[in-house]
Structures are given as structure tokens and as C-alpha cells.
């Protein structure tokens, strides 16, 4: 009984540190929410540290004397949670454990047996956290705390009566942000970290909540905050943002509500308020909420971005999605963001109940046509709490929930497709996402003096935009990392806010030992003598090794291509084309292959690529000509 000292761990979601991440604004609100009630809280952001993350909680729970450790997230997190929680209870055997987020939201039960912390807490923490932590110093029975799930004497898991959602959200206290090292996060951001920090070349973004949960139940989506949609006053919103502004100096304030605002009013309001601050900002809407009017007031408030829910551009589609959209609302809302000069963020998602290749190939369609958009296609994921996932484990199409969770949760074939045409689809977006490019020009590139600390050599570059044309100077882009694509950069104007790419091979192909460059060689001179049988074997055994090695993917690709065997074409030329998406050859050998397996819109998309690409490297030969 008395003072208990409690960690608040963030997992590492990072391939290194200093790569990029989202501000973990969950535990940032629980963090300040024990604080307030005057309990000992230390904070852990394992994204920052360098160290195996069970050496890392190990030093934290024993130089601190940590009594209860508390952690969370989404179901995609789950790999990473579980090495927080056995790493806690390996390091102190009688260490407390408090489990919540998303991911314990949408499967209270099983993922509590599964994990085994001492306590979840489900939906909203604040308070139920407050509560909870004056129990355990007390020593006090939990019966009565609602919204938890914990063990009785018998070993039994008990679940306690839900909390009814906080109405109130300007009661709470405002996130954490230091405890969580949002400063060593401001000196590790770079401009290409993501699209909206393009616009600054010393990129310091917050991430801010204005509202929680959403009114509508579209079937993929699962609300981590429950189902009860509700906003923060404006007049508290802004207080918390005269806050950040003084302590932090922010230059763009991501607001990560799932629904920014279902009313205009309120829109409109923050576009007044936010304006004088000078600030970048941007949010999620749906498309049936803007008009040319509010676009405007929004843009010249200081909008960047706004991130669509555009899902798909078939009607039966959204109907199934329950959406309560069209394709009509779709594209006049994009329409109207683009002439606006206000980037756009949406998604393509590929794979609801109701579809089929034919309702695929209408949004394929649409997309090609409506480049300037950048659309992402993606397949869609039945996420833990959706109502996709539930019927999917109604369908056996996840017949092991553990195995699901530790990979991450991939996407599941929950259409009438059959699973080799759900395949061909998944092949086909993500072809598409990687190798259809919307072109910009690079003009220059310079290397800079200084290097970032982790991300090495940084370089400074212009380029001329693909959309409005004006040339746009970038500075601290890293040269050896690229997390948008293959051989290319994608970059947001700073003018007109449309994102292009650039073909950037100073991001580094990847290189091999030089013996595979000689089978490889030896390979090419056996199908020069049409030797082809004793090639393909080389080629297969490189692959089985290197198999992003572009020229044995070209070579292997072409053979298949031209002996008929069009299906393999189109598997090895696919792989080949997202690894050289400038390369206008290998589009049209695609469509080829394309067209021998029937999919002709998808073989006319790279073919017109393909034509796009051989006009820009035409017009750029004839600058140079005129140059010189």
C-alpha cells in the first residue's frame, strides 16, 4: 500500500531510431492524466532508443523502480506489445502490467487471455487509468472501476461494466508531449518523413486530437474511442493550441481526429481562429462535408492537406462499405481541393464483400484517368473490432486470431473472388502504385555539408512539378533512405500542394556481389545463343537468392513473355517494373503480358505510361540540345 512509480511505455514502431513515427497521443493523454492526479510517472519512447528493447526495459524498470508498467496500442502493434510486456515481466517477475489501446478495444477478452497484463483497460483511458492507479496504491478492491478487465482469486478473467464515453473532453488533461521526447522527435524529422512536411525544410510537426470516435459505421473501420462522436470546445482547442505554439514552436499541426467535423459551422470557425497563427495544418473529412466556399476559407487559413475517405469509385462498392457517399460527392470534392492548391490524402481500398474484379476495375479505371489526385490503392484490412473482421472469423477466413495478430495483420480475402483472382488483383494495385508514376523534372542536386545524425549525408535539390509546373527547391533530403517508392522520390510541391515524383537513383539501387553480375552475364549470352534451357536455371537459382535483382527479373520476364507463357510474364515483369518504374520498355512489355491474360485496361494504363515517359525523356532531350 502507498506511492506506486509507473512507466509509460511507447513500443518501438521504428525500423531504426530516428526514423519517423505517428506522436503516440494515447499514452500521451494517460501520461498526463496520472500526473495530474499526482502519481510518480516516468516515460519510456523506445522509437528514440538504440539499445534491444529488453535490455532498454530492463535498465528502466530496475534503475527506476518501476511498480507497474503500462503500454498499448493497435491490433498492427501487437508484435511489439507483446515484447513490452515480456520484457516488463522478465525483468521484475512481480511487476504490474496495464494493457490498453485500440488493439485491446477490439478484442477485450482474447487479447487480455492472450497477453496476460495484470488489467486492460478498454476504450477511453483517462479516467478509467486514474482510478485504477489510486486502487493499486491503495491497495483497494477493482471491482468496482468500470471499463477494465483483471483476474480474480481463482484465476478467472472478469470484465467489468463498460465506461460510458467521456462527453466532456476539455475536462482532460492536454497530452504529454515532453515526457515522450517530442523534442528529440522535432531534431530527428526531415521533409520527406512525410507529404505535408514537405512544405519546410526544418519540418516540426504536432500531432493534435479535436474530437473522438465518428458517427458512421463503415464497415472496415473499428473506433478505438467507441462509437460515441464527440468534440472538444474550440475555445479549449485553442488553448491547447496558444500552448503548444509558445512551448514548441510548431510549423504544422496535424489534427488526427477520425472525423475533423460533421457540421460546416465548425469548420469554418477553426479556419477564422486558426488563421492569424500562421501555421500548416491539415485534417480528415468526408467528402460530402466541403464546397468551393469552405476550400477557400481553408486554404487561405493555412490548409495543406486534407485526408478523403474515397474508398472506391464503384457505387455498389460504397453502398456495401456503408459509406453513405457516391462517386459523384468523390469527385466533385477532389475537383474542387485540387484547384484549390490544397493536397490531397486518400485511399483506394480493394477488397470489401461486395467486390468483384469488375467493381475493381472501375476504380482502377477512374484512377488512371485522375492521376493529379494520387490516390494510394491498398487492399483492405479486416481489422480487429470491424465488422469485416467479424465476419471473417464467422467465415473461417482467419482461422487462427494469434497467428493474424503476429503478422501484422495482412489483408484477407473476405469478396466472392476466388483466391487466384483476389491475387491477380493484390498483384495488380500494387504494381500499379509502385510503377505508374506522375513524372516532375529534376533540375539539380547538391549535397549539403552537414549530415543528419542518423540518417547520414542529406542533399539539396530543385525540381520542376509535375502539376503546376514552377520550379520548387528542396533542402535536408536524405540520400539513403527513400520511404516512397523504389527508384523514385516523391515529393509535395510547395506551390500547388500535388505530389510528383522524381527518378532519383542517388537513393541507391541495390548493389550485389560481383559473381551474381556474372551469372547474370552468363545468363543474357545464353539466351543470345538461344540456349534458353540451360539460362532459365541461372536465372531461377539468382532469384531464389537476389530476388529484386532488376536485369535477371527483365531477362526472365522477356523469355516468358515471348515463349507465350503469358501469366509468368506478367508475375516477373511486374516485380521488374516496380523496381524500374521510369523504364517505358518494361510498361510495355507488361501490357503484353497484360493482354495475353485478358486484363486490357490494366496493360492500357502501362501502356499510355509508357507513352507519357518516352514524351518526357523526349522533351528533355531536346532541352539539352537546346541547351548546349
Same mark, same amino acid.
Not at 475536462?171 to 508531449?177: E, I, K, Q
Not at 542536386?445 to 530543385?462: D, N
Not at 516512397?484 to 515524383?501: A, I, P, V
Given at each position: !500500500?502507498?506511492?506506486?512509480?509507473?512507466?509509460?511505455?511507447?513500443?518501438?514502431?521504428?525500423?531504426?531510431?530516428?526514423?519517423?513515427?505517428?506522436?503516440?497521443?494515447?499514452?500521451?493523454?494517460?501520461?498526463?492524466?496520472?500526473?495530474?492526479?499526482?502519481?510518480?510517472?516516468?516515460?519510456?519512447?523506445?522509437? =528514440?532508443?538504440?539499445?534491444?528493447?529488453?535490455?532498454?526495459?530492463?535498465?528502466?524498470?530496475?534503475?527506476?523502480?518501476?511498480?507497474?508498467?503500462?503500454?498499448?496500442?493497435?491490433?498492427?502493434?501487437?508484435?511489439?506489445?507483446?515484447?513490452?510486456l515480456d520484457s516488463a515481466r522478465a525483468a521484475r517477475k512481480d511487476i504490474a502490467t496495464?494493457?490498453?489501446?485500440?488493439?485491446?478495444?477490439?478484442?477485450?477478452?482474447?487479447?487480455?487471455?492472450?497477453?496476460? #497484463?495484470?488489467?486492460?483497460?478498454?476504450?477511453?483511458?483517462?479516467?478509467? !487509468?486514474?482510478?485504477?492507479?489510486? &486502487? !493499486?496504491?491503495?491497495?483497494?478492491?477493482?471491482?468496482?472501476?468500470?471499463?477494465?478487465?483483471?483476474?480474480?482469486?481463482?484465476?478467472?478473467?472478469?470484465?467489468? #461494466?463498460? @465506461?460510458?464515453?467521456?462527453?466532456?473532453?476539455?475536462?482532460?488533461?492536454? #497530452?504529454?508531449?515532453?515526457?515522450?521526447?517530442?523534442?528529440?522527435?522535432?531534431?530527428?524529422?526531415?521533409?520527406?518523413?512525410?507529404?505535408?512536411?514537405? !512544405?519546410?525544410?526544418?519540418?516540426?510537426?504536432?500531432?493534435?486530437?479535436?474530437?473522438?470516435?465518428?458517427?458512421?459505421?463503415?464497415?472496415?473501420?473499428?473506433?478505438?474511442?467507441?462509437?460515441?462522436?464527440?468534440?472538444?470546445?474550440?475555445?479549449?482547442?485553442?488553448?491547447?493550441?496558444?500552448?503548444?505554439?509558445?512551448?514548441?514552436? %510548431?510549423?504544422?499541426?496535424?489534427v488526427l481526429d477520425e472525423l475533423f467535423a460533421v457540421k460546416r459551422n465548425r469548420l469554418?470557425?477553426?479556419?477564422?481562429?486558426?488563421? %492569424?497563427?500562421?501555421?500548416?495544418?491539415?485534417?480528415?473529412?468526408?467528402?460530402?462535408?466541403?464546397?468551393?466556399?469552405?476550400?477557400?476559407?481553408?486554404?487561405?487559413?493555412?490548409?495543406?492537406?486534407?485526408?478523403?475517405?474515397?474508398?472506391? /469509385?464503384?457505387?455498389?462498392?460504397?453502398?456495401?462499405?456503408?459509406?453513405? $457517399?457516391?462517386?459523384?460527392?468523390?469527385?466533385?470534392?477532389?475537383?474542387?481541393?485540387?484547384?484549390?492548391?490544397?493536397?490531397?490524402?486518400?485511399?483506394?481500398?480493394?477488397?470489401?464483400?461486395?467486390?468483384?474484379?469488375? $467493381?475493381?476495375?472501375?476504380?482502377?479505371?477512374?484512377?488512371?484517368?485522375? @492521376?493529379?489526385?494520387?490516390?494510394?490503392?491498398?487492399?483492405?484490412?479486416?481489422? *480487429?473490432?470491424?465488422?469485416?473482421?467479424?465476419?471473417?472469423?464467422?467465415?473461417?477466413?482467419?482461422?487462427?486470431?494469434?497467428?493474424?495478430?503476429?503478422?501484422?495483420?495482412?489483408?484477407?480475402? $473476405?469478396?466472392?473472388?476466388?483466391?487466384?483472382?483476389?491475387?491477380?488483383?493484390?498483384?495488380?494495385?500494387?504494381?500499379?502504385?509502385?510503377?505508374?508514376?506522375?513524372?516532375?523534372?529534376?533540375?539539380?542536386?547538391?549535397?549539403?555539408?552537414?549530415?543528419?545524425?542518423?540518417?547520414?549525408?542529406?542533399?539539396?535539390?530543385?525540381?520542376?512539378?509535375?502539376?503546376?509546373?514552377?520550379?520548387?527547391?528542396?533542402?535536408?533530403?536524405?540520400?539513403?533512405?527513400?520511404?516512397?517508392?523504389?527508384?523514385?522520390?516523391?515529393?509535395?510541391?510547395?506551390?500547388?500542394?500535388?505530389?510528383?515524383?522524381? *527518378?532519383?537513383?542517388?537513393?541507391?539501387? %541495390?548493389?550485389?556481389?560481383?559473381?551474381?553480375?556474372?551469372?547474370? &552475364?552468363?545468363? @543474357?549470352?545464353?539466351?543470345?545463343?538461344?540456349?534458353?534451357?540451360?539460362?532459365?536455371?541461372?536465372?531461377?537459382?539468382?532469384?531464389?537468392?537476389? #530476388?529484386?535483382?532488376?536485369?535477371?527479373?527483365?531477362?526472365?520476364?522477356?523469355?516468358?513473355?515471348?515463349?507465350?507463357?503469358?501469366? &509468368?510474364?506478367?508475375?516477373?515483369?511486374?516485380?521488374?517494373? /516496380?523496381?524500374?518504374?521510369?523504364?517505358?520498355?518494361?510498361?510495355?512489355?507488361? &501490357?503484353?503480358?497484360?493482354?495475353?491474360?485478358?486484363?486490357?485496361?490494366?496493360?492500357?494504363? =502501362?501502356?499510355?505510361?509508357?507513352?507519357?515517359?518516352?514524351?518526357?525523356?523526349? @522533351?528533355?532531350?531536346?532541352?539539352?540540345?537546346?541547351?548546349?
Amino acid at each position: !500500500m502507498g506511492m506506486k512509480r509507473f512507466l509509460m511505455v511507447v513500443p518501438r514502431w521504428v525500423n531504426r531510431p530516428g526514423d519517423f513515427y505517428a506522436f503516440p497521443l494515447g499514452l500521451a493523454y494517460l501520461s498526463a492524466a496520472l500526473k495530474r492526479e499526482g502519481h510518480a510517472v516516468e516515460c519510456l519512447n523506445l522509437n =528514440h532508443a538504440t539499445e534491444p528493447v529488453p535490455k532498454v526495459i530492463a535498465e528502466a524498470v530496475q534503475k527506476r523502480e518501476i511498480d507497474v508498467l503500462c503500454t498499448g496500442g493497435l491490433s498492427v502493434h501487437y508484435p511489439h506489445i507483446k515484447m513490452v510486456l515480456d520484457s516488463a515481466r522478465a525483468a521484475r517477475k512481480d511487476i504490474a502490467t496495464v494493457l490498453g489501446g485500440g488493439m485491446l478495444s477490439a478484442e477485450p477478452q482474447y487479447i487480455f487471455e492472450n497477453l496476460a #497484463p495484470t488489467y486492460g483497460v478498454v476504450g477511453e483511458g483517462e479516467l478509467t !487509468m486514474a482510478e485504477l492507479a489510486r &486502487a !493499486m496504491c491503495e491497495d483497494a478492491d477493482v471491482r468496482c472501476i468500470q471499463g477494465i478487465l483483471y483476474r480474480d482469486k481463482e484465476g478467472n478473467t472478469r470484465v467489468t #461494466p463498460p @465506461r460510458s464515453p467521456n462527453r466532456d473532453l476539455d475536462s482532460l488533461a492536454w #497530452p504529454d508531449y515532453e515526457g515522450f521526447e517530442i523534442r528529440q522527435r522535432f531534431e530527428m524529422t526531415l521533409p520527406t518523413d512525410d507529404y505535408p512536411l514537405n !512544405m519546410h525544410d526544418h519540418p516540426r510537426v504536432l500531432e493534435i486530437i479535436a474530437s473522438r470516435s465518428c458517427p458512421f459505421s463503415c464497415t472496415f473501420c473499428f473506433h478505438p474511442l467507441g462509437k460515441v462522436y464527440r468534440e472538444r470546445s474550440l475555445d479549449g482547442l485553442f488553448a491547447e493550441i496558444d500552448h503548444l505554439v509558445q512551448a514548441y514552436r %510548431p510549423n504544422t499541426l496535424m489534427v488526427l481526429d477520425e472525423l475533423f467535423a460533421v457540421k460546416r459551422n465548425r469548420l469554418i470557425e477553426f479556419c477564422n481562429r486558426i488563421k %492569424p497563427y500562421g501555421l500548416n495544418w491539415l485534417v480528415q473529412l468526408r467528402v460530402d462535408l466541403v464546397d468551393e466556399e469552405t476550400l477557400a476559407l481553408m486554404k487561405d487559413a493555412g490548409c495543406t492537406y486534407i485526408s478523403y475517405g474515397i474508398e472506391s /469509385m464503384s457505387a455498389k462498392v460504397l453502398t456495401s462499405m456503408k459509406k453513405k $457517399t457516391d462517386p459523384v460527392q468523390v469527385n466533385k470534392a477532389l475537383r474542387l481541393t485540387y484547384e484549390k492548391k490544397i493536397g490531397i490524402q486518400g485511399n483506394l481500398i480493394f477488397g470489401d464483400a461486395a467486390e468483384t474484379m469488375e $467493381t475493381a476495375v472501375e476504380s482502377l479505371e477512374w484512377w488512371s484517368k485522375n @492521376r493529379q489526385y494520387q490516390a494510394f490503392l491498398t487492399s483492405v484490412v479486416p481489422y *480487429p473490432g470491424t465488422h469485416l473482421y467479424f465476419e471473417a472469423i464467422r467465415k473461417g477466413l482467419i482461422p487462427d486470431q494469434q497467428l493474424f495478430l503476429e503478422a501484422g495483420c495482412p489483408p484477407v480475402n $473476405t469478396t466472392a473472388m476466388d483466391n487466384r483472382e483476389w491475387n491477380e488483383l493484390n498483384q495488380i494495385i500494387s504494381t500499379l502504385n509502385e510503377s505508374i508514376v506522375l513524372p516532375g523534372e529534376l533540375k539539380s542536386v547538391k549535397r549539403q555539408s552537414e549530415s543528419h545524425p542518423v540518417r547520414g549525408p542529406l542533399l539539396t535539390l530543385e525540381a520542376t512539378c509535375a502539376h503546376c509546373r514552377q520550379d520548387v527547391v528542396y533542402k535536408n533530403i536524405p540520400m539513403g533512405q527513400n520511404p516512397f517508392g523504389r527508384l523514385s522520390l516523391r515529393l509535395s510541391c510547395k506551390k500547388c500542394h500535388g505530389r510528383f515524383d522524381l *527518378p532519383f537513383s542517388l537513393r541507391g539501387k %541495390p548493389s550485389y556481389p560481383v559473381e551474381v553480375g556474372q551469372r547474370v &552475364a552468363r545468363a @543474357r549470352h545464353l539466351v543470345s545463343q538461344d540456349k534458353i534451357s540451360e539460362a532459365l536455371p541461372v536465372l531461377r537459382e539468382v532469384l531464389a537468392q537476389y #530476388p529484386t535483382h532488376e536485369e535477371a527479373l527483365q531477362i526472365l520476364g522477356l523469355l516468358a513473355l515471348f515463349s507465350g507463357s503469358y501469366p &509468368a510474364a506478367v508475375n516477373v515483369l511486374s516485380r521488374a517494373v /516496380m523496381w524500374d518504374p521510369y523504364n517505358a520498355s518494361l510498361h510495355r512489355h507488361l &501490357a503484353a503480358g497484360l493482354r495475353g491474360i485478358g486484363r486490357n485496361l490494366i496493360a492500357e494504363i =502501362h501502356a499510355v505510361h509508357a507513352d507519357n515517359l518516352e514524351s518526357l525523356a523526349r @522533351r528533355g532531350r531536346e532541352l539539352a540540345a537546346g541547351a548546349a
